[in-house]
């Protein structure tokens, strides 16, 4: 099994950053793809931003302010996350499996899950 567990979710003012840390333990082996998500109330969970090895693919929402990056030493996966938006507000989730990643950034590409960290922006 794979665990995945995120932090550096917070409150923030509108035009803030923050940075969120996913960390896999388990049997992290072949973990080809790895991705972020988040899900507001009432809403679809939405894909924002994925890597596979050195490849980094965004969202149209959150390309530009979004950055995806992975470290693959400490089994780590983070998102940067820059003039947030009220919109931006959501639980953010890992994702990752262990295929090379599908162009569509979708919730059935991914095996394993992290339990999320919230963000909420004020205007």
């Known amino acids: 099994q794979v665990q995945l567990v995120e932090s550096g979710g917070a409150s923030v003012q509108a035009g803030g950053s923050l940075r969120l840390t996913c960390v896999f333990s388990?049997?992290?082996?072949?973990?080809?793809?790895v991705a972020w998500f988040r899900q507001a109330p009432e809403r679809e969970r939405e894909g924002l931003a994925m890597?596979?090895?050195?490849?980094?693919h965004y969202a149209d929402s959150v390309k530009g302010r979004f950055t995806i990056s992975r470290g693959y030493t400490n089994n780590t996966l983070t998102l940067e996350l820059n003039s947030l938006t009220v919109d931006d507000s959501a639980m953010y989730l890992c994702?990752?499996?262990?295929?090379?990643?599908?162009?569509?950034?979708?919730?059935?590409?991914?095996?394993?899950w992290g339990q999320g960290t919230q963000v909420t922006v004020s205007s």
């Open positions: 994702a990752a499996d262990r295929a090379f990643c599908r162009p569509s950034l979708s919730v059935g590409d991914f095996a394993y």
């Open positions: 388990g049997q992290t082996y072949a973990l080809r793809c």
């Open positions: 890597i596979d090895f050195e490849h980094a």
